[in-house]
């Protein structure tokens, strides 16, 4: 547990070939089942101060109350994903904390010193920032808000982990607005 951010509820692992990895964590270390997005609508998407378009598959499971995020850039738009890849990395490349007060926590830790160097959305009240953190692979931290269809889609993610039987490993991503 974090004094700063409370408990850590995902870990963000940066691969280059998504699919061979979601086979792997399932077929393997068990992890399952997948929830795959080829293309994750990111709206408001900023990489240190400048809009790009960015192109990210992600595929997230559960392991316990843990969520394990799976991320393969598809483009060359400018990102954390992308320097960590440039750095000669793959694997843990964050972990995220949640929050249903996004704003607080956000100004809170802001005041504390914390920079943003990447932000966006994905559906209503599903904001995120990563803060300037990297100092060895794996230390970015993200802030992720969770308040809207983002949550109850990561709440379906665990309750689908529970007792899975290793079949269907991976499932399409639901639409955010039907949550």
Do not use: C
């Amino acid at each position: 547990m974090s004094r700063f951010f409370g408990e850590i509820r995902q870990a963000g692992y940066v691969v280059r070939d998504i699919e061979a990895a979601m086979d792997y964590w399932s077929r393997v270390l068990g992890v399952g089942p997948w929830f795959y997005n080829e293309r994750v609508p990111i709206e408001d998407y900023r990489y240190r101060g400048e809009a790009y378009e960015v192109h990210n598959s992600v595929a997230l499971a559960n392991s316990g109350s843990l969520q394990v995020e799976l991320i393969q850039t598809r483009n060359d738009a400018p990102s954390m994903y992308r320097d960590f890849l440039a750095a000669g990395h793959t694997g843990l490349q964050h972990n995220a904390y949640w929050t249903t007060d996004f704003d607080a926590d956000l100004e809170r830790l802001t005041q504390q010193g914390f920079k943003v160097a990447m932000s966006g959305k994905v559906g209503e009240n599903g904001r995120f920032v990563y803060f300037d953190t990297e100092t060895h692979p794996g230390t970015v931290i993200e802030l992720s808000e969770i308040a809207g269809p983002k949550g109850k889609l990561f709440d379906m993610i665990r309750e689908a982990s529970r007792n899975w039987d290793g079949k269907h490993a991976v499932r399409p991503f639901p639409a955010l607005n039907t949550l």
